[in-house]
């Protein structure tokens, strides 16, 4: 009798993961260190509430070091368009560290979502400008070419050529754009208040002139151009305008009285304010959805940045301060709460990584990523920040403590870009989870 071995089974080839890549990389942590730096150096606690005091909408000398000088501003912007050709994931590290030092500096509203909403516009697709390796300052060495869809009609090619131009000025932090829409406008939303279809905001007439208004718009004070929504002759469209006096004798900014401090709001007045039309109405909601969704998804790392200050300084406090003989962090009660606040903290940074790589991948399941992360980063930073006030006991309630600051921010950013039952409602829709019987 003889053996016969059994034929050599073929090997297949493995199966490419889905699963997102939630560790920083190399170059991102030495981006982490090169802003955090940068920060402790320029932004101590104390030039935070000066800065307050003094009534600034925001930095300018800081804005001038990280936009221009480190090149952050265009960290989302291809190298081929005057950017540094990296992705959501390095622009999530940025904003963990402007959350973490409150910064008063409009990095989320100019070099995230009006630079989205301008990519979208100039045919730039999602995760075009994400390879995963670029080191700042200065661009990779092996940085893709941008994806760019070529516009089909005239005016779509005239509406990209405003719109690479702007991206260029924004790219070089030179300009600050916004998007000039309510702060609490989340993503998906079915028609952005500006561009619905009835009883439309802002509307343009065929010279590109608008006439409207819109309120509770974030960092407009300190925007060189306002990208408005608004309903033209030929539907909706998205409209680019100088805030200079000079160019824009119709435009009015009016400062409103706003929760967080180091973001300003103010109410947009258009009165025959002259613009340039960026996108028409084929692409202004997909580009206004794109941009939403990004600054909602990238918004969780800067709540991520704002939680972790709140847990590493209130347990410095409570290990220095003693009664009864020992430092009153030691105390079971107090032990509880931070580690509840710590366990929180590890879900949130999963969430917001996975969000971030969605977005830097231009993964089918970005909305996804997205609703998760804002559901669940939105509450996890007000409790810190709660229980950093509190844990501080009385000198927790004072003006020159900065903890009010972040109690601030984590509040306005709660509602910021849609609450988290907003984002939970998106989530089950995507999710196809039906909702509980009435």
Known sequence: MTHTDPAPTPLRPAAPSNAPDLLYREHEEDLRSAVRALLADRLPTGAVLAHIDAGRAY????????????????????????????????????LEELGRAVAPVPYLTSAVIATEALLACAGVSNGAASHGS????????????????????????????????????????????????????????????AVRADTAAVR?????????????????LAAAVLLVPARGPAGAGLYAVDTGAAISPGLRLEPTTALDPTRPLARVGLDGAPAR?????????????????????????????LAEWCLAETVRH????????????????????????????????????AAADALAAGAPDT????????????????????????LHGGIGMTWEHPAHLYLKRAKSDEIALGTPGRHQEALADLVDLPAPPA
């Open 318 to 353: 409570t290990g220095e301060r003693h009664q009864f003989g020992r430092p009153v962090g030691s105390f079971q009660a107090l032990k509880h709460r931070m580690a509840r606040i710590w366990l929180d903290l590890v879900s949130t940074r999963a969430a917001a990584r």
């Open 59 to 94: 930095d300018a000398g800081l804005w001038r070091v990280l936009a221009t000088d480190l090149g952050l501003a265009g960290l989302l912007v291809p190298d081929a368009l005057g950017g540094q050709g990296a992705g959501a994931r390095e622009a999530a590290v940025v």
């Open 134 to 193: 670029a080191a700042v300052p200065g661009p990779p060495a092996d940085a893709a070419p941008p994806t760019v869809t070529q516009p089909a009609g005239r005016a779509e090619e005239a509406d990209a050529v405003v719109a690479t131009e702007l991206l260029a000025a924004l790219a070089t932090g030179e300009r600050i754009g916004v998007l000039a829409v309510p702060l609490s406008t989340a993503p998906g939303t079915a028609h952005p208040t």
């Open 204 to 220: 343009a007439d065929a010279r590109a002139t608008l006439t409207g208004e819109v309120t509770s718009v974030a960092d407009a």
């Open 277 to 305: 039309r960026v996108a028409g109405p084929v692409a202004a909601g997909a580009a206004i959805d794109r941009a939403l969704r990004a600054g909602a998804g990238l918004l969780a790392s800067e709540q991520l940045g």
């Open 367 to 390: 909305p996804v990523a997205v609703a998760v992360a804002q559901a669940h980063a939105a509450r996890v930073a007000v409790h810190a920040a709660q229980e950093c006030v509190q």
